[in-house]
């Protein structure tokens, strides 16, 4: 089939960021102030996303993995322990638990959501078990009460993987602070980002404390209070930390785009409504669930293409789909078909029937606040031609 050329002439990037002029100005500002490490603009982003998650702490860090290995290493896991997580979510959320010299137990999620299915991790809970680690995926609360109810019940922690799911709420609590604690990424394709960048969220003093030091190399001090006219440039190295830092550039950069978010979730919503109405009729072309106890992040849009009855293969689609100028992602290709997890742990095809379903036939079309209804429309008329057209 000859390809599409775009008729518009530019590429739909997948997860282009939506920067407002006052978040550019900011960073501006912090590169002329003469200090671009981790000092008060990292205060002040941490104290407003505090307040916006609605939890008592917040710790800015390099990134959502780093506050994941962080909520690992402050309940201690450690060699011999398991932790339960899902197999569909990004790499990190696995990866930091084996940094832990710990061991990653998948369970399979619910086939409608992509999210962890509490039966199946009850019956993979051993006494071994330290930790779940929930996936709120594409930005879609877990089943929480569930959760929450199994963590108390067996003595576990509940850590909440939030990367997707900055904006959402479960039966009206906001997510982050349902679990023990909370990992954000801010990584280019989420809806608030800092180029790269995290935050930890706890209700637990002691552990927001604990925190601030290892994610500076375990120092007494940071390097602010260290430098800054107001301390005496003295420090201790209290434990051997991590160099898992925000800096002051990246705290600007956020900060700026915090009072955004729940109009930018506004107008994902109204996208993804257009993307519903555009492709719900296509065959073979699944379209999200909906629930009503939750509000959804919209950070992902996420459809299947059931090879037995669409016209084309989730993968030739990708590829199609870029030649008429759309950048499109997989989320994800679930991570005990990944060559490391079967290795190392002995992990095997058919162990988890619904992941492997979703990682074979979802797609993930555009979707941020950076788009225009045109753009969307775009990309369902593509579809639709494809469709009319069928295979040639
Ligand atoms: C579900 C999930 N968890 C963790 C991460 C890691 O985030 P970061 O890139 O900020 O470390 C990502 C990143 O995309 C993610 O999607």
């Not at 959502?64 to 339960?84: F, K, N, Q, R, Y």
């Not at 955004?260 to 506004?266: A, I, V």
């Not at 849009?301 to 037995?308: A, F, K, L, Q, S």
Request: proline share 6%; with cysteine; aromatic share 10%.
């Amino acid at each position: 089939m000859s390809p599409i050329v775009s008729p518009r002439g530019r590429y739909l990037v997948f997860g282009a960021p939506r920067l407002p002029e006052e978040a550019i100005e900011a960073v501006t500002e912090v590169l002329r102030s003469g200090w671009l490490g981790t000092g008060p603009r990292v205060a002040a982003f941490e104290e407003a996303f505090a307040q916006y998650i609605g939890a008592p702490f917040a710790v800015a860090v390099s990134s959502c993995t780093a506050a994941l290995h962080l909520a690992l290493s402050l309940i201690g896991v450690g060699p011999g322990d398991e932790v339960i997580t899902s197999p569909m979510t990004f790499a990190a959320t696995a990866n930091v638990i084996v940094h832990m010299g710990a061991r990653p137990v998948f369970a399979d999620v619910d086939p409608r959501t992509g999210n962890l299915d509490p039966e199946a991790v009850q019956d993979a809970i051993t006494p071994r078990t330290r930790a779940i680690i929930v996936v709120h995926y594409t930005g879609r609360p877990c089943e929480m009460d569930a959760f929450i109810d199994l963590a108390q019940r067996h003595g576990i922690f509940l850590i909440e993987d939030a990367a997707h799911a900055l904006e959402a709420f479960y039966k009206g609590r906001k997510v982050g602070t349902l679990g023990d604690l909370a990992a954000f990424s801010f990584y280019p394709t989420k809806s608030l980002t800092t180029g790269e960048g995290g935050m930890l969220v706890t209700s637990v003093e002691a552990w927001a404390e604990r925190a601030r030091v290892l994610r500076m190399h375990g120092l007494s001090r940071d390097a602010w209070r260290r430098y800054s006219e107001e301390q005496f440039p003295d420090y201790e190295v209290l434990e051997a930390g991590y160099k898992y830092n925000m800096t002051d550039i990246q705290a600007a950069l956020g900060l700026a785009q915090l009072p955004y978010l729940e109009g930018w979730r506004r107008h994902r919503e109204l996208l993804w409504q257009i993307y519903n109405e555009g492709l719900r009729d296509l065959a073979g072309i699944h379209i999200p669930h909906e629930d009503v106890h939750i509000v959804h992040a919209r950070h992902l849009y996420t459809i299947r293409v059931d090879p037995r009855e669409a016209p084309f293969h989730r993968n030739e689609l990708i590829r199609i789909l870029h030649q008429a100028g759309i950048g499109t992602g997989i989320h994800y290709k679930a991570l005990h078909l990944h060559r490391f997890y079967q290795q190392a742990f002995g992990y095997r095809p058919g162990m988890f029937p619904h992941a492997e379903r979703i990682s074979e036939e979802t797609l993930s079309l555009p979707l941020t606040a950076h788009m225009e209804e045109s753009d969307v429309l775009y990309v369902i008329d593509t579809l639709r031609q494809l469709w009319r057209r069928g295979k040639v």
